[in-house]
């Protein structure tokens, strides 16, 4: 745990209410320069055009080659990248840090769309285990089924799927927005740490187990609830937030969102270490 | 000789608040700590708060909304208030000259603006890395 030590003075960060304590040893002294440019990309990203369209057929290709010509496309500026015949092929697409709309048409395999940070991307198909795992920013839709562990640990964007899931949804996930139109499995939202995951359909057992924090919505039947997963109120910002995030999604715009199950962490697996002299002595 | 009775004063922590409103929890009083992170990441964005830089960005990236945005707040970091930057794994320090106003939603569009421009600029810590261990 970071060291906390109470102060006397009043700075910034204090004064205007966001703190009453110094963490100290954790920074890595980096400044914000006030003269940085408005640049809307990482620096060293290809410039690509959206109307510039481009169609790709991988059906003889392995995994890295397709990905490698994704890669030559976008450095020729085509911002539009439609890949036909996946074949349910692992691991495509994967490693995308560039704005894009990719469009499959067909099925991926397993850890389709890994560590992505920007693209849009569309699957008109299904997809396999640990699809979009990592993911930082961005948008995924899976027009029909998923497997499991959807959205393992991502950090942030959207990852929808039309269709159900398998178990393990949002496993460690760390950020973002994962929305199912169907059902989930069990242990969704397994050890997550922040984020939301949204499900319209029914959920299996376990839901939201050892979860330290985030924020899960279920609009159908719960199999069980997690270790420290609690149910919570439903507020009017989570509404709206609700019904802007399916109209985003393309699904349940039609949805009634003040029927769904609020679920958060009840935070009593935190600080672990510090708490267990004491659960000790109480044992002792 | 006789020891002279020392009165040990233990300061009370003070309250956590976020956005002007208490957090602190009996499980907080429990193990006398705060527990969680340095900013409430359940709060959801007020969309009307938005500067004309970040809907700049959001088009240009072609996407509906603010995105990976959303999970971004004002924090703080050596007493100062700052931004995590996941990328770099770090606290990304706000200067003094930069005025914030005083409420959370406020501040964290400012910093979801700072943090974009932060993470684009050919300064980043990773573009040295990237040059330094890229391998293909």
């Not at chain 1, 709309?101 to 997809?127: A, K, Q, W």
């Not at chain 2, 700072?114 to 810590?125: A, E, I, R, T, Y």
């Amino acid at each position: 745990m970071a060291n906390l030590k109470a102060t006397e003075k009043k700075t910034k960060s204090q004064s205007m209410g966001m703190h009453s304590e110094v963490l100290t040893g954790r920074t890595q002294q980096k400044f914000f320069n006030p003269d940085e440019g408005e640049n809307l990309y990482y620096f060293g990203t290809y410039d690509v055009d959206f109307n510039k369209r481009t169609e790709l057929d991988v059906k003889e290709m392995t995994a890295p080659e397709a990905n490698k010509e994704i890669d030559n496309l976008m450095s020729q500026g085509f911002g539009t990248i439609v890949i036909k015949n996946p074949q349910g092929k692992h691991s495509l697409g994967v490693g995308i840090l560039n704005k894009l709309n990719l469009i499959f048409e067909g099925s991926l395999g397993y850890f389709g769309m890994g560590s992505c940070d920007g693209p849009t991307v569309r699957i008109n198909g299904r997809v396999g285990w640990s699809c979009a795992e990592n993911l930082m920013a961005g948008k995924v839709v899976i027009e029909k089924n998923a497997g499991s562990c959807f959205g393992a640990a991502i950090r942030g964007g959207d990852l929808i799927c039309k269709g159900s899931v398998g178990a393990r949804t949002g496993i460690d996930m760390k950020g973002g927005t994962i929305i199912v139109g169907g059902d989930a499995g069990a242990f969704t939202g397994f050890m997550m740490q922040r984020g939301r995951i949204i499900i319209l359909g029914d959920v299996g057992i376990n839901l939201g187990d050892s979860m330290y924090d985030g924020t899960i919505f279920i609009g159908g039947k719960i199999g069980s609830f997690g270790s420290d997963a609690v149910p919570s109120d439903l507020t009017d910002s989570d509404q709206d937030w609700l019904k802007r995030k399916l109209k985003v999604a393309e699904i349940g715009e039609k949805f009634d969102v003040s029927k769904m199950t609020k679920i958060v962490a009840g935070k009593k697996l935190w600080n672990y270490d510090n708490l267990e002299p004491h659960e000790k002595k109480g044992a002792i | 000789m006789v020891k002279k009775k020392t009165k040990t004063k233990f300061k009370k922590e003070k309250k956590i608040i976020l956005g002007g409103k208490s957090k602190e929890t009996a499980r907080e009083k429990m193990i006398g700590q705060h527990i969680g992170y340095r900013y409430d990441v359940n709060l959801l964005p007020d969309y009307k708060k938005i500067t004309p830089f970040l809907k700049k960005y959001v088009e240009a990236m072609g996407w509906d909304d603010l995105n990976w945005l959303e999970d971004v707040h004002m924090g703080y970091e050596e007493d100062r208030p700052a931004v995590f930057c996941r990328n770099a794994n770090g606290w990304v320090t706000i200067p003094k000259s930069i005025k914030l106003p005083d409420n959370q939603q406020d501040r964290d569009m400012i910093a979801r603006e700072l943090l974009v421009k932060f993470q684009m600029s050919p300064k980043h810590p990773l573009v040295d890395l990237k040059k330094a261990y890229l391998k293909f």
